[in-house]
């Protein structure tokens, strides 16, 4: 989600909270192009110095898009950092954004392992935290590669070391992304590893790219 795609490095932006989430809960964006480049714009308002886009999950797939568009426009930034989430030629087009509630929270604690009890017998905070869900899947299942040519920027690309769905051989796949100077490091933890260790993270982030 947005909070997910932080711009590190020489200066913090704050980017607009993405659609089903917070004050914009009961917005939908139904076009991936659409919120790449409403991000794309945010950024253009927000700054002029160089930028390092960081995203996770969906965010990682986000900030890629959005890298991929300011490269294009002559704004690139300086590097792009992808957590937890698969080369975009990679991403599998499963679809489960219309499940019903129980059968879309048995498929996230399979596939993520990270539901916590509480969380899945709790039917109120489900209603909290599915339509976010939804709204992330659906727009990662819109999304159709198409190739490109690398990217002329630095990538830094880590994982959990715990992830049952994204092994560092997977997340290898990514190299063929960039044509500058491409760094891959896993992290102890599954798919949602860089929370509870997001200092340090950043940290040697920043150190490598």
Request: proline share 7%; glycine share 8%.
């Amino acid at each position: 989600g947005i909070r997910d795609i932080g711009v590190t490095g020489v200066q913090t932006c704050a980017l607009p909270i993405l659609p089903g989430r917070e004050e914009r809960w009961d917005e939908t964006a139904n076009d991936l192009h659409d919120l790449v480049l409403e991000f794309d714009e945010a950024l253009d308002e927000q700054t002029n110095e160089p930028l390092n886009l960081a995203g996770h999950s969906f965010g990682g797939l986000l900030a890629y898009l959005i890298s991929e568009r300011r490269c294009r426009r002559g704004v690139p930034p300086q590097a792009l950092v992808a957590m937890a989430v698969a080369p975009p030629d990679r991403l599998e087009s499963e679809s489960w954004s219309g499940a019903e509630d129980h059968e879309l929270v048995d498929y996230l604690d399979r596939k993520y392992g990270a539901i916590p009890a509480g969380l899945r017998e709790n039917h109120q905070l489900l209603q909290g935290f599915l339509p976010a869900v939804r709204h992330d899947l659906r727009l990662m299942e819109s999304y159709q590669h198409k190739p490109t040519e690398p990217l002329p920027i630095n990538l830094f690309v880590c994982g959990g070391m715990d992830d049952r769905q994204l092994p560092e051989k997977s997340l290898a796949g990514w190299q063929r992304f960039t044509r500058s100077k491409f760094t891959l490091k896993m992290f102890e933890g599954g798919h949602f590893f860089p929370y509870p260790q997001i200092e340090a993270i950043t940290k040697i982030i920043a150190s490598e790219v």
